[in-house]
C-alpha cells in the first residue's frame, strides 16, 4: 500500500511531520479519531530520505505489517477478556461467591486492562527498535 504525503515540518530528533490526504477509504469509520470533516491526517515518522518542508514523498507499507498489526490490537484484548471472564466463573464456582456471572465479568475487565498495558509495551518495542508500520520510501 502507497500513499503521497507533504512534508510540514522537519523535527529536530530526526523526525518529520507529514500531511497525508485522507481517501475514499476512509469514509465516515472515524478509527483515527479523525472527524469525518477533516481531510488530512498529521503523522509524524523518522526521515530516512533527508526530506524539506514542502517535499512530497511517498509512504509505504507491507500488507503482511498491517494484518500483523491488527491481529496483535484485536485478538490480543479479546483472548486476555475472555479467559480472564472464563476464569473468573470458575474461580466464583469454586469458592461459592455470591454472584458468578458478576465475578467473571469484573475479572475480565481486569484482564482487558492487564492486555493494553501489553499493547503498550508491545508499542513501544516496536517504536524503539524503528520497526514502524509505515516508511518513507522515497521523494516524489
Do not use: W
Not at 526530506?51 to 490490537?73: F, M
Request: glycine share 6%; proline share 1%.
Amino acid at each position: 500500500m502507497e500513499e503521497i504525503a507533504v512534508v510540514t515540518k522537519k523535527l529536530d530528533n530526526g523526525m518529520v511531520e507529514l500531511e497525508v490526504q485522507r481517501n475514499a477509504a476512509c469514509g465516515d469509520c472515524k478509527a483515527c479519531g479523525n472527524s469525518s470533516e477533516s481531510s488530512k491526517h498529521i503523522v509524524i515518522l523518522k526521515d530516512t530520505i533527508n526530506a524539506q518542508p514542502g517535499d512530497k514523498v511517498l509512504l509505504s507499507t507491507e500488507s503482511k505489517n498491517i494484518l500483523k498489526y491488527t491481529l496483535i490490537v484485536y485478538a490480543i484484548p479479546f483472548a486476555f477478556l475472555i479467559i480472564g471472564m472464563i476464569l473468573g466463573y470458575y474461580v466464583a464456582l469454586t469458592y461459592n461467591l455470591y454472584d458468578a456471572d458478576i465475578f467473571s465479568f469484573i475479572l475480565g475487565m481486569f484482564f482487558l486492562g492487564v492486555s493494553y498495558l501489553i499493547l503498550k509495551l508491545i508499542d513501544n518495542k516496536y517504536f524503539k527498535n524503528n520497526d514502524n508500520i509505515l516508511k518513507i520510501s522515497k521523494k516524489i
